[in-house]
């Protein structure tokens, strides 16, 4: 009995995440290396290293792990696996307010717009949740259909507003998903999705109860409805951070919650570490790719990864249709 109450606990640290973690600290280590800009030879090449290279990979290990943790987290709550931030219109709801805030307070600090994001994608999760609840779903796959369809009006919603008051190039900007503009004093509000990170990991065993269902969740005496907030605020504020911040980040919480899983099963608290890891390694790898594909020029991040995304969430389809 002692060794079965310890066996969770022994798979969180295991060899292979360590081997894991060394492989994602050398990409995030060539990250502090690869650009244009000198850094060895220019004068004030320690200067823009400061300025620049760590922000930049500082917010790649931030932004992967957050992103990839909301989408775990929206996966264990709706038991699907075909839903994270840009599946459900989250994404598209964060944009849309910090669009508002940007059109009514154009010279608000990046904290305003920032809390306007999070605001908007905890109003649109939750739709997105109570839209559910009133649905029958014959499917799985019904349900990031709803989320693509919901993410669709909301976007154009956005993109109707940002024409109409000049904002388009703006917001086009803003949702790039690229971490060409990070830099000093830009990125340190993503350290807020570092926060909402340890805490799904502190209720990690409450979001895998709540993914069993109301009724038996309710029967082992947990509040369900608490639990879905807490969850939904800690994706909101994920997600919105990282929009303001960084940008769309599209596919990244499907990518990895997946292939998480297809080695680990579905356990949420032992799969935490390797999600954050993993997240981590798949969007340093991909915004290496976009800095050296085509120097001195760059890709941004969310198109290389909507290209992986998408040939994921394909082939998941094609799985479950074979398996049906």
Not at 73 to 83: D, E
Not at 162 to 183: E, K
Not at 259 to 284: E, H, I, Q, Y
Request: charged share 10%; hydrophobic share 55%.
């Amino acid at each position: 009995m002692h060794t079965r109450t310890r066996a969770p606990r022994e798979r969180l640290f295991t060899w292979p995440l360590l081997i894991g973690v060394l492989g994602t600290a050398a990409l995030v280590v060539t990250s502090l290396f690869v650009g244009v800009y000198d850094v060895f030879g220019a004068p004030d090449g320690a200067e823009m290293f400061a300025i620049t290279r760590i922000p930049r990979t500082v917010a790649l290990v931030l932004a992967g792990a957050a992103m990839a943790m909301s989408g775990l987290v929206m996966q264990q709550l709706t038991q699907n696996r075909f839903v994270e931030p840009t599946t459900t219109g989250t994404t598209e709801w964060a944009g849309l307010g910090l669009l508002l805030v940007m059109i009514a307070a154009p010279e608000a600090p990046l904290t305003v717009k920032m809390t306007g994001a999070v605001v908007a994608a905890f109003v649109g999760t939750m739709v997105f949740f109570l839209i559910l609840q009133g649905v029958t779903l014959r499917s799985s796959i019904i349900v990031p259909i709803v989320g693509m369809m919901l993410a669709a009006v909301v976007g154009a919603v956005a993109t109707y507003i940002a024409l109409s008051t000049g904002m388009l190039q703006s917001m086009g900007v803003w949702f790039l998903g690229s971490f060409t503009s990070v830099l000093r004093g830009q990125y340190e509000p993503l350290w807020l999705a570092a926060v909402a990170v340890v805490a799904v990991f502190v209720a990690a065993d409450r979001f895998t109860i709540a993914g069993l269902g109301r009724d038996i969740a309710t029967n082992v005496g947990l509040d369900y409805r608490r639990v879905v907030l807490i969850g939904t605020g800690l994706i909101a504020v994920a997600t919105g951070v990282v929009t303001v911040v960084v940008g769309n980040l599209p596919f990244l919480g499907l990518i990895v919650p997946n292939v998480v899983s297809l080695f680990r099963g579905d356990d949420l608290r032992s799969n935490l570490p390797w999600v954050c890891v993993l997240g981590v390694a798949v969007v340093t790898a991909c915004d290496l790719i976009g800095r050296t594909i085509v120097m001195p020029f760059e890709i941004p991040v969310a198109l290389i990864l909507a290209i992986v995304g998408a040939v994921v969430f394909i082939s998941l389809l094609l799985g479950r249709r074979r398996r049906a």
